[in-house]
């Protein structure tokens, strides 16, 4: 089993930072990539922001995002992070993190956190 454990959320105002992160733990032989989405009521589930796993391989972002946010790693401690910068009160949604894993029976699946709020006031 495995779990994620997402932190940093909570209320801003427009123009302001937060940091997200997203603690993975349990039984992990290897996390293949880590991504952060959000869900606003109403909408649909949407990526932010994706990180592979090997360094150098590459992150991509939703267009709302690019220059504002960015998405890191720490691989040893199985964790991401997101920085979100200059945020607007479009960005307020429920984030979760999601990583897709392959166990120690190499058996790969994807995993969800509970989802952190994350507020932006005008």
């Known amino acids: 089993q495995v779990q994620l454990v997402e932190s940093g959320g909570g209320l801003v105002q427009a123009g302001g930072s937060l940091r997200l992160s997203c603690a993975a733990s349990?039984?992990?032989?290897?996390?293949?990539?880590m991504g952060w989405y959000r869900q606003a009521p109403g909408n649909k589930r949407e990526l932010v922001a994706r990180?592979?796993?090997?360094?150098?391989?590459?992150?991509n972002y939703a267009a709302s995002v690019k220059g504002r946010f960015t998405i890191s790693r720490d691989n040893a401690q199985n964790t991401a992070y997101l920085q979100m910068n200059s945020l607007k009160p479009e960005d307020t949604a429920v984030y979760y993190c999601?990583?897709?894993?392959?166990?120690?029976?190499?058996?790969?699946?994807?995993?969800w956190g509970q989802g952190t709020q994350v507020t932006v006031s005008s």
């Open positions: 999601k990583a897709e894993v392959t166990n120690l029976r190499f058996v790969r699946d994807d995993y």
């Open positions: 990180i592979a796993v090997d360094i150098g391989s590459g992150t």
């Open positions: 349990g039984s992990i032989f290897r996390i293949n990539n």
